[in-house]
Nanobody, 132 residues
Framework: QVQLVESGGGLVQPGGSLRLSCVGSGGILDYHAIGWFRQAPGKEREGVACTPNRGGGTYYADSVKGRFTISRDNAQKTVYLQMNGLKPEDTAFYYC?????????????????????????RGPGTQVTVSS
């Protein structure tokens, strides 16, 4: 079973950048769709950025388009979230999650939207705080 662990969170000033990492162990990520999600106090959980389990393509929430970039390195079992132009409203608890349904295709959008609350595997998360 795949286990996920995030790192890279912290405190950053508005306009700054952070890169989050999600490392998988105990299995391979090749057949998993992967996503970054966030939860802020008083706000709904949001699928921030996701990748499919095969092929290309990505999905981004409208709130982060043009500022965040998701990438994955299956050989290193790592998925990254590069966050640029951070805003105070990006402050949240971020976690990565993975989903596999046999060998069925899971699109990036499905990962972020359909599996928002039900992804099979998720990491413990990391806090991102954007404040001056």
């Amino acid at each position: 079973q795949v286990q996920l662990v995030e790192s890279g969170g912290g405190l950053v000033q508005p306009g700054g950048s952070l890169r989050l990492s999600c490392v998988g162990s105990g299995g391979i990520l090749d057949y998993h769709a992967i996503g970054w999600f966030r939860q802020a106090p008083g706000k709904e959980r949001e699928g921030v950025a996701c990748t499919p389990n095969r092929g290309g393509g990505t999905y981004y929430a409208d709130s982060v388009k043009g500022r965040f970039t998701i990438s994955r390195d299956n050989a290193q079992k790592t998925v990254y979230l590069q966050m640029n132009g951070l805003k105070p409203e990006d402050t949240a608890f971020y976690y990565c999650a993975a989903e596999r349904r046999g060998f069925s295709f899971i699109s990036a959008r499905a990962m972020c939207v359909d599996f928002l609350d039900s992804a099979d595997r998720r990491g413990p998360g990391t806090q991102v705080t954007v404040s001056s």
